[in-house]
Structures are given as structure tokens and as C-alpha cells.
Nanobody
């Protein structure tokens, strides 16, 4: 069974930094694309950054130049280095991974989600 476990969230002052980690397991096919999404209370979940197995990255405009996503394919782990944090970055950050799952012997690409880790940025 695929599992994604996030860690690294916490409380930080504006201008500070945090590093999030997401360890993925349970897929014999690996994880093609992994990424970070975030959701603040009363708001929709939004993309923060994604990264492919080959290292191609995409970032939301709001975090470009401040956040860096990376991955260690050997460990099936991704990271999000967050610098120059702002109060508006406060949210629950979720790890997402795309992987192949077998249903009755047939492959399907499925999105998997972690349970989230809370990041709070104080002003």
C-alpha cells in the first residue's frame, strides 16, 4: 500500500526558513511526479511545487525564488526548502505522488496524498 509521510512543519517567524520532507513507499513502479500542495483554512488546495523523476520542476508564482523542491530517488523522498517565509505561507502542506497501481492486474496511474504537515509563519 502506498504511503506518504510528511515531516518538518512547525512555527517560524516571518523571514525564516523551514525544510519539509516527504517519504514515499509502497509502489513497485516508483513515483513519476511528486510535489507539494498547501491549503489554508477556507481556501482551496493549491499547487506549490512539483518535481519529476528526471528532476524537472515547476513552481507556483507565489513561491518562485523562495522555495526549492528536490528529490532523492533512491530514498523515494522529496524535500521543500522554504526560505523568506511570509505569513501568507501559513497552511497545511500536503505531499502528492503519482504512481501506478494494479487493479485486477491492470495498471492505473493514481494520485496519492499524505496527511499533511502544518506550517505556521508568525508576523
Amino acid at each position: 500500500q502506498v504511503q506518504l509521510v510528511e515531516s518538518g512543519g512547525g512555527l517560524v517567524q516571518a523571514g525564516g526558513s523551514l525544510r519539509l520532507s516527504c517519504a514515499a513507499s509502497g509502489s513497485i513502479f516508483g513515483f513519476k511526479t511528486m510535489g507539494w500542495y498547501r491549503q489554508a483554512p477556507g481556501k482551496q488546495r493549491e499547487l506549490v511545487a512539483t518535481i519529476t523523476m528526471g528532476g524537472s520542476t515547476n513552481y507556483a508564482d507565489s513561491v518562485k525564488g523562495r522555495f526549492t523542491i528536490s528529490r532523492d530517488n533512491a530514498k523515494n523522498t522529496i524535500y521543500l526548502q522554504m526560505n523568506s517565509l511570509k505569513p501568507e505561507d501559513t497552511a497545511v502542506y500536503y505531499c502528492k505522488a503519482d504512481s501506478t497501481t494494479l487493479y485486477s492486474g491492470s495498471p492505473f496511474v493514481v494520485d496519492y496524498w499524505g496527511k499533511g504537515t502544518l506550517v505556521t509563519v508568525s508576523s
